[in-house]
């Protein structure tokens, strides 16, 4: 829930800062006047205005990505699960998956990233939520796929003291390398680089 105070001459003002305050609809917020102050002679008064947000982002950010869905004419599946602070959203729309995925995931980065940012408008501090929206399983495979990858070049590079190169990487899959290697003796990682070109570096530690 997020709640902020205004300090105003009208509701209307105060209705004016919330929206823009929270980004969301004007619909999503409920408005109460808790104080109000009379000017001089009746002139100058002001009221001071609650604004609270108490409304489902998970079921809102769900609702986006059937928006999305709907926009693009595909039929899919919206699975849901909340663990904690954990939310994971995982569509299943058929021979459409590959088109939601995208070339090296951009689609799919892209959906996460909204998805995320709708959520996490209507919380804040600890209430802060951890998105994953992934489509027909495609991240938990490529997660695998790219852990056994790490291994096998970790392997090589601390046997050959050759240093290996990785390109063709999102940000996402980087960072499953970074963290599977992150705990080996013999080897370090690193990125070099700017995006889209970016460049993972498996190396022999020194």
């Excluded at 709640?3 to 509701?11: F, G, M, P, Q, S």
């Amino acid at each position: 829930m997020k709640i902020k105070n205004y300090e105003v001459k009208t509701i209307d003002e105060a209705k004016e800062l919330a929206v823009k305050d929270f980004g969301v609809s004007i619909n999503d917020i409920e408005f109460s006047v808790v104080k109000e102050s009379k000017g001089f002679l009746g002139i100058g008064g002001k009221i001071e205005v609650e604004a609270k947000l108490d409304v489902d982002g998970i079921e809102k950010g769900k609702k986006y990505i059937k928006m999305i869905l709907d926009q693009n004419g595909i039929e899919g599946m919206i699975e849901k699960k909340v663990r904690g602070n954990n939310v994971e959203f995982n569509i299943d729309a058929g021979e459409f998956n590959g088109y939601l995925i995208g070339k090296n995931s951009r689609n799919l980065i892209a959906l996460q990233a909204l998805v995320s940012t709708i959520v996490n408008n209507y919380y804040e501090g600890d209430d802060l939520k951890i998105v994953l929206v992934d489509v027909g399983g495609y991240k938990k495979r490529r997660e695998m796929s790219i852990e056994s990858m790490a291994v096998e070049y970790g392997k090589q590079v601390a046997k050959t003291k050759q240093i290996i190169k990785l390109d063709n990487l999102n940000a996402y899959e980087r960072k499953i390398i970074h963290n599977k290697l992150s705990s080996w003796k013999d080897v370090q990682t690193h990125s070099e680089g700017e995006e889209p070109n970016r460049v993972l570096i498996i190396e022999p530690k020194h």
